[in-house]
């Protein structure tokens, strides 16, 4: 007999500072694009092989958002207890800073595809990129790639809701917890779209955000996780604050992924305060001793 999989669903909570600094996003300040409408009620649903830890995580993911006025998305991946969690992970948000991941995949998987290294400028810049979430490097290498090589490779990963701006600001990319969640997994697991090296080569960089940037998806993850991490933030007229969270968490027995994407925050604080606090939910509940078997 095979394991059958629970499933929980929870109400999902109708969710409604720091200066932009240099990692925001190249992008006008004063339009309106993205999810432009109200938030309606949903159902976060958890599904997972381990008894109990479904109904656990959406108790406690719920829990982290009562009260928050914030529209937040979440998508997680568990691999070890084979365990999934949703949460409006189809509406779309402003990318922010986090589509500099996108940015890095593109540009290793189009350099696999011509057998080529990447030159020294390109080493400097996507350092800068993720590590310091530098502006200018990015539109640098954005110019460089281009939007078909951005789109061959979005396709090439199956992220088929993710939408460049059509006036070519990297910030405003249309992204979804899901298919950041599809991105996140192919950083972290052997496919054919990215080699072995392009992927070492981007937790590596993911793992070396500089301390100040190291917040949101991190908080609350065991000491012995090797922790890799990149996020966005940006104010815009309407909806607030965005602000994002993608998590990868490995070594040891780990092995599971978070995005959690927000907007119509009041201030960056509240951003983060509202994804560290879904983040500390998420690790101390997958990393609770299973139940013994009685």
């Known amino acids: 007999m ?3 999989r629970r499933i929980s669903r929870l109400p999902r909570t109708t969710l409604a500072s720091r200066a932009a600094l240099a990692a925001g996003a190249l992008v006008p300040t004063i339009a309106s694009v993205g999810s432009a409408h109200a938030a309606t009620p949903q159902a976060a649903i958890c599904t997972s092989d381990q008894p109990g830890l479904a109904d656990k995580l959406s108790e406690d993911i719920n829990a982290a958002l009562d009260g928050s006025t914030a529209t937040t998305a979440i998508s997680l991946h568990d691999r070890t207890t084979n365990t999934t969690c949703t949460l409006d992970a189809d509406r779309t948000f402003d990318s922010a800073s986090t589509v500099k991941v996108t940015v890095l995949g593109t540009l290793l998987w189009d350099a696999q595809k011509d057998g080529r290294a990447l030159t020294q400028e390109e080493k400097d810049r996507v350092t800068a990129m993720i590590t310091k979430s530098d502006n200018d490097a990015t539109t640098a290498l954005w110019k460089q790639l281009g939007a078909d090589k951005i789109n061959g490779f979005l396709q090439a ?5 993710t939408v460049l701006d059509g006036e070519g600001h990297w910030g405003l990319t249309q992204i979804t917890a899901n298919d950041e969640e599809k991105l996140l ?3 972290t697991h052997a496919n054919p779209v990215l080699s072995e090296d392009s992927r070492g080569y981007i937790l590596k960089l993911t793992s070396e955000v500089i301390p100040s940037q190291r917040w949101g998806t991190p908080a609350g993850a065991p000491g012995d996780a090797q922790v890799h991490v990149k996020n966005g933030w940006l104010e815009r007229a309407t909806n607030g604050w965005r602000v994002h969270s993608l998590g990868a968490f490995t070594g040891g027995d780990h092995d599971y992924t978070i995005t959690v994407l927000s907007q119509d925050n009041a ?22 001793p299973a139940p013994s078997a009685r």
């Open 267 to 288: 201030t960056m604080d509240d951003g983060i305060a509202n994804i560290e606090g879904v983040a500390r939910a998420v690790h101390r509940d997958l990393n609770a």
């Open 2 to 4: 095979g394991r059958h």
């Open 185 to 187: 997994n192919l950083v």
């Open 157 to 161: 990963a199956g992220m088929t809701d």
